[in-house]
């Protein structure tokens, strides 16, 4: 599931297509069509659904129609790169243990929308992002995996953005694989 630039998306993608990660990827969701992450599935020939939440009265009604496309292509796990919307209960326990976000802050440090400004209006040294299993409290779901930056004094928003973004197409896929046990059925 993605909502804007893909580069997490391509990152997995990408993993896959190398060898370093063991996972067919059967559709990527996009809630704004055309953006970069849907741009990047067509690029790569991956089949692309756009549910446009504007579309759905409510948070719930959306993620009825996510759960039942997931279902009927039976995905083992769920993946939001970059997917700006909160999910609620209906998403969740549908796929109990097997949704995944990445979110570009240490939690429990930092929760919630621009967690890049956040770090740097908070003055940290260091910073960084987290690979968590998604409950239904915003960004606080069992941790995975991180990776840790330095925040420099010359640092602006881009450029931290930019380091952190780094380690999240490293880890990502990485923690993908390493917990691939946990979601293969049978
Ligand atoms: C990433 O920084 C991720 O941590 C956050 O949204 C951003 C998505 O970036 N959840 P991209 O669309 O994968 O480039």
Redo the contacts with the bound molecule.
């Keep these: 599931m993605?909502?804007?630039?893909?580069?997490?998306?391509e990152a997995i993608v990408q993993a896959v297509q190398s060898g370093r990660l063991g996972a067919d990827i059967p559709l990527l969701v996009v809630n704004n069509k055309n953006c970069?992450?849907h741009q990047r599935a067509d690029r790569f020939g991956i089949h692309v659904e756009v549910v446009d939440h504007r579309d759905f009265p409510n948070r719930e009604a959306l993620d009825r129609q996510l759960v039942g496309l997931f279902q009927s292509h039976r995905v083992d796990v769920v993946v939001?790169?970059?997917?700006?919307r909160i999910v609620t209960d209906v998403l969740v326990n549908a796929f109990p243990e097997q949704l995944v976000?990445?979110?570009?802050s240490l939690l429990p440090s930092f929760r919630g929308l621009d967690a890049v400004g956040q770090a740097l209006h908070a003055g940290v040294s260091i910073s960084g992002?987290t690979v968590h299993i998604v409950t239904a409290d915003l960004d606080a779901g069992p941790i995975l995996s991180q990776a840790a930056v330095p925040v420099l004094s010359s640092d602006n928003h881009a450029s931290l953005?930019e380091r952190?973004?780094k380690q999240?197409h490293i880890l990502l896929p990485a923690t993908l694989q390493q917990n691939a046990h946990r979601w293969r059925q049978g």
């Design positions: 993605a909502s804007g630039n893909g580069s997490n998306f970069g992450a939001m790169a970059g997917w700006m976000n990445i979110h570009p992002c953005a952190v973004q999240e």
